[in-house]
Nanobody, 127 residues
Framework: QVQLVESGGGLVQAGGSLRLSCAASGRTFSSYVMGWFRQAPGKEREFVAA????????NYLDSVKGRFTISRDNAKNTLYLQMNNLKPEDTAVYHC????????????????????WGQGTQVTVSS
């Protein structure tokens, strides 16, 4: 069982930056592929980024490549998403998620491939 709590969301102007954090409970954080997803009103939940268990491999949604960076600190049981050059279309509730137990796949963007979810943090980008 993994419990996830996101923080760091807020209101920012276009071109600004935010850093999201996801604190995980439990001793097995380092065995999970971790991902960030987002959901805007009236839209389906969308894959944003994923990172392998040891942080050595990452995968991104095309529209955030070069602007967002996913990272993790296994010693602190924490996942991060650094978001730069934010755009109004990035406005959404951002959720972190855990997949696998050494069976996750960073290239599988389906929300159903993730086992545990946080409640989400709101990111609003004004134009």
């Amino acid at each position: 069982q993994v419990q996830l709590v996101e923080s760091g969301g807020g209101l920012v102007q276009a071109g600004g930056s935010l850093r999201l954090s996801c604190a995980a409970s439990g001793r097995t954080f380092s065995s999970y592929v971790m991902g960030w997803f987002r959901q805007a009103p009236g839209k389906e939940r969308e894959f944003v980024a994923a990172i392998s268990e040891n942080g050595g491999r990452t995968n991104y949604l095309d529209s955030v490549k070069g602007r967002f960076t996913i990272s993790r600190d296994n010693a602190k049981n924490t996942l991060y998403l650094q978001m730069n050059n934010l755009k109004p279309e990035d406005t959404a509730v951002y959720h972190c998620a855990a997949s696998g137990g050494y069976s996750g796949n960073i290239y599988d963007p389906r929300p159903t491939s993730y086992d545990y979810w946080g409640q989400g943090t709101q990111v609003t980008v004004s134009s």
